[in-house]
């Protein structure tokens, strides 16, 4: 045992001292098996050392890589993305007449998140857009009028613990909530608040999150009463075996919203009184979401995953027009990482008039109204490392009152792009 | 104001909740090939250590790797050394996975015991089992067809033929899928132009191995990396292992882990 000690240490100091050059690996190749041929070292014990002591290598090289970088590199991360789109709207209105709309449209959005020591983060985001919570689309045109750049999100993170976290300022979606659809949350909103979030593992199989958060949502900051909401998601993450596992949540959201200047955002579709909303917003919001790894194996079918899920949702507040929900399906490869990547999803989504405030569901499904259904298929392909292309279709209509359905065919096309 | 105090009132019990307090144990996650090696490992090791809690479960190497960088597993088991992609986002992450190597995989080309090939050639193993060689006369035998006999899809072994001797390509679909080791080499010992693939201990007097690229497939061959089929199988930690990660690990390592490890068919260190 000490003899082979010994040569570990010796073959490791060596390893690490000439790391830098990859010709020393056979060199050390050779001499183990000069070790092996002098009965020094048993060919498994020589293999181990071998390996291990490459592996090393890679892992000191890495290591001394990142520690010579300045301290202000090491502790920032940047990332981004740029979106190209071709969109065409096709609408009919209740006269029966039918409007085609074509654009152009361009997203970018940049973000840096800089580590201020081992437990406390800050993130900035910028990105194209005009303000509109729900997008960051920039539409082009306009005699190639220069386009306006916004603070998407920025927010300090406070870790305490490897479980427990404090975010506070505009945050990013996934810090305040989980949803398996953008049925009452446009994945483009980022919350404006404080939120403590519970991320816990209690058995190899199951972990369990909770997130709190008191949030600013209506601009009408002029009243005394209003203008906030709270926000409260236990949720379980649960592993049948290897091949099935299982999310869920319970949200409840409270939004202060009766009497409150509805907000400029609005659709028009919530309940009215003048002006102000008529009513507050206290939804109870079950999502599950079901996943199935190589579903189709016994058949011969190399399909990654397999999804199913779907969200309802109810306005405690209200008596009529007060619930909603979605529901659907995704299939094809986990991640679209490379050429050839495919993944197609589809979700089935119905929302009356009072189920939720209208400034936040998808502002793509129905121009982002409430009282409305709609089909939404999204094709998305892999291009290459980083890009894809995404065919995203929705079939939407409105169900508010007696009125016609009004039913629109929004089509967007676009290739995406991430660093 | 009423329900926004019920409502923190009903957060804090859930805090509360989701914050127990667990004794030690040790979570190990990773490639479905080193799978076996770990489970029968745990096992044991539970047994003659009944204060230990060893949870294993599969997922893949990446999975494993991923879970070590986050830091919810204690072991990643691995078939792959891990990459340079990896190895950065894990500094970056203040994690420094360290390799451990408990085994080496090695699988042997085998025939029927009749058939007059002796040696063939990675290349031809790949043409053979990817569908454009189905002739025994085109790799220097008798005018036979060549029936092809693999390992099901979900095995371990499968997934190591695929990148070692097939360098990815897939095996061609005529093959005939078996569900053990034990199933192809009993097929081929029962079938005169077979081939298949077979762990190193499962080799049985039944069937014939055949030199790959000249190297006859040995447990010398595979620990010195002469003989092409094979690879070293990893448990990474984070750092050098520690209390119950390098006791396990230690376990697998000594004489009585690395007999379990050639019980299931891999190639022991010692």
């Known amino acids: ?419 | 104001m009423k329900v926004f105090s019920k409502l923190w009132v009903f957060g804090l019990l859930i805090l509360g909740l989701a914050v127990p307090c667990y004794a030690e144990k040790i979570v190990v996650e990773g490639s479905t090939t080193v799978l076996p090696i770990a489970q029968k490992a745990a096992e044991v090791f539970m047994n003659s250590n009944p204060g230990a809690d060893i949870s294993v479960r599969g997922g893949g190497s990446g999975v494993g790797i991923a879970s070590l960088i986050d830091g919810t597993c204690n072991i990643a088991d691995s078939s792959r050394p891990i990459k340079d992609t990896e190895l950065d986002k894990a500094v970056t992450n203040g994690r420094s996975p360290k390799a451990n190597v408990v085994a080496m995989d090695g699988i042997c080309v085998i025939v029927h015991p009749l058939n007059t090939v002796e040696a063939l050639t990675g290349k031809q193993v790949k043409g053979i089992y990817t569908g454009k060689i189905s002739n025994w006369k085109d790799v220097g035998g008798s005018d036979e067809k060549i029936v092809v006999i693999s390992r099901d899809s979900s095995s371990g072994t499968f997934e190591a033929f695929g990148e070692l001797a097939l360098k990815g390509e897939k095996v061609r679909p005529d093959a005939l899928l078996q569900a053990s080791n034990q199933a192809v080499a009993s097929t081929v010992s029962r079938t005169p132009g077979a081939i298949g693939y077979v762990g190193l201990g499962y080799l049985t007097s039944s069937v014939k191995a055949v030199d790959v690229d000249g190297v006859k497939a040995s447990k010398e061959t595979v620990l010195t990396g002469k003989y092409s089929i094979g690879r070293p199988l990893f448990m990474y930690t984070n750092g050098a292992p520690k209390g119950l990660v390098k006791q396990f690990i230690d376990y697998i390592l000594s004489p009585e882990g690395q007999k379990l490890v050639e019980e299931e068919g891999f190639v022991g260190l010692k």
């Open chain 1, 1 to 419: 045992m000490k003899r082979v000690l010994t040569v570990v240490v010796l073959i490791g100091s060596m390893a690490l001292n000439l790391g830098i050059r990859p010709s020393y690996a056979g060199e050390i190749d050779i001499l183990l098996q000069k070790l092996v041929d002098k009965g020094v070292l048993t060919p498994g014990e020589a293999q181990q050392i071998g390996t291990e002591t490459k592996e090393q290598v890679k892992s000191e090289i890495a290591a001394g890589k990142y520690s010579s970088l300045p301290a202000w590199v090491q502790n920032t991360k940047l990332k981004g993305d740029f979106r190209l789109r071709f969109q065409n709207l096709h609408e009919k209105n209740t006269n029966d007449i039918s409007k085609n709309t074509t654009i152009g449209r361009i997203r970018m959005r940049l973000g840096l998140e800089n580590k201020v020591n081992d437990k406390i983060k800050v993130g900035i985001g910028i990105a194209t857009g005009s303000g509109d919570p729900r997008s960051t689309n920039i539409t082009l045109g306009g005699s190639q009028a220069k386009k306006t750049i916004i603070l998407d999100y920025a927010y300090g993170k406070y870790d305490p613990l490897s479980w427990l976290s404090f975010t506070g300022g505009k945050m990013l979606l996934n810090d305040v909530l989980w949803e398996p659809t953008d049925l009452i949350w446009d994945t483009d909103i980022t919350p404006e608040g404080a939120a403590i979030g519970i991320n816990k593992t209690l058995s190899p199989k199951t972990s369990v999150f909770l997130t709190a958060a008191p949030l600013v949502i209506v601009d009408d900051t002029s009243t005394t009463s209003g203008a906030m909401a709270y926000l409260v998601q236990p949720g379980i993450n649960y592993a049948i075996n290897d091949n099935l596992s299982l999310k869920g949540a319970v949200t409840y959201e409270y939004f202060e919203t009766k009497d409150t200047a509805a907000s400029s955002y609005s659709k028009g579709q919530n309940t009215k009184n003048g002006t102000s909303y008529e009513y507050n917003y206290s939804n109870l919001n079950p999502a599950l979401e079901f996943s199935i790894r190589e579903p189709f194996k016994a058949l011969g079918l190399n399909i990654e995953n397999l999804k199913f899920f779907g969200e309802y949702v109810n306005n405690l507040q209200v008596s009529d027009k007060n619930n909603g929900f979605s529901t659907g399906f995704q299939f094809g490869n986990a991640k679209i990482e490379k050429w050839g990547d495919w993944q197609f999803r589809y979700i089935y989504a119905m929302l009356e008039k009072d189920a939720v405030l209208d400034i936040l569901p998808d502002s793509d499904r129905y121009s982002g109204k409430t009282g409305i259904r709609s089909h939404e298929g999204i094709l998305t392909f892999g291009l290459g490392k980083n890009t894809n292309l995404g065919i995203d279709v929705y079939r939407s209509w409105n169900i508010v009152g007696t009125s016609a359905k009004a039913p629109e065919t929004l089509l967007q096309v676009d290739w995406n792009m991430k660093f």
